[in-house]
């Protein structure tokens, strides 16, 4: 069916225009990679940047994961390959910008400001 779809595409199409199309076909493709990389860079500069809090009952943020990579990985693999430990090594092993690295150093609770360490700061 998809050869049938791509054959009558190719009849349509002028055969000067091939080679063009075949080009397209590809820079749109490269095009699409290159602003993935490029948003994870983003993502990755500002996650060394700002500070991450743990949230409660979720624990601590290990990555910051962009969407398309997150669908990607989850279609391809199903979306419980998230959830695996090796599989996240390996993630942030391949796209390490994306590591979480910098976490908060205080916590506040009720207005008093806590330490990492666990003692009031002053």
């Known amino acids: 069916?998809?050869?049938?779809?791509?054959?009558?595409?190719?009849?349509?199409?002028?055969p000067h225009l091939h080679k063009q199309l075949e080009l397209e076909l590809i820079h749109?493709?490269?095009?699409?990679?290159?602003?993935?990389?490029?948003e994870a860079k983003q993502i990755g500069h500002f996650g060394h940047t700002h500070e991450a809090n743990d949230?409660?009952?979720?624990?601590r943020k290990i990555a910051e994961i962009p969407a398309d990579a997150?669908?990607?990985?989850?279609?391809?693999?199903?979306y419980d390959c998230w959830k695996d430990k090796q599989f996240m090594r390996e993630y942030l092993?391949?796209?390490?910008?994306?590591?979480?690295?910098?976490?908060?150093?205080?916590t506040v609770v009720q207005g008093a400001v806590f330490t990492a360490d666990g003692h009031i700061a002053k």
Request: glycine share 10%.
């Open 93 to 106: 092993r391949d796209n390490p910008e994306l590591a979480v690295r910098n976490y908060c150093k205080k």
């Open 70 to 78: 997150y669908h990607y990985w989850g279609q391809r693999l199903g």
């Open 1 to 14: 069916m998809a050869n049938d779809f791509v054959q009558s595409l190719v009849e349509i199409i002028p």
């Open 55 to 59: 949230i409660a009952g979720l624990g």
């Open 28 to 38: 749109g493709w490269r095009k699409k990679e290159a602003y993935a990389r490029a």
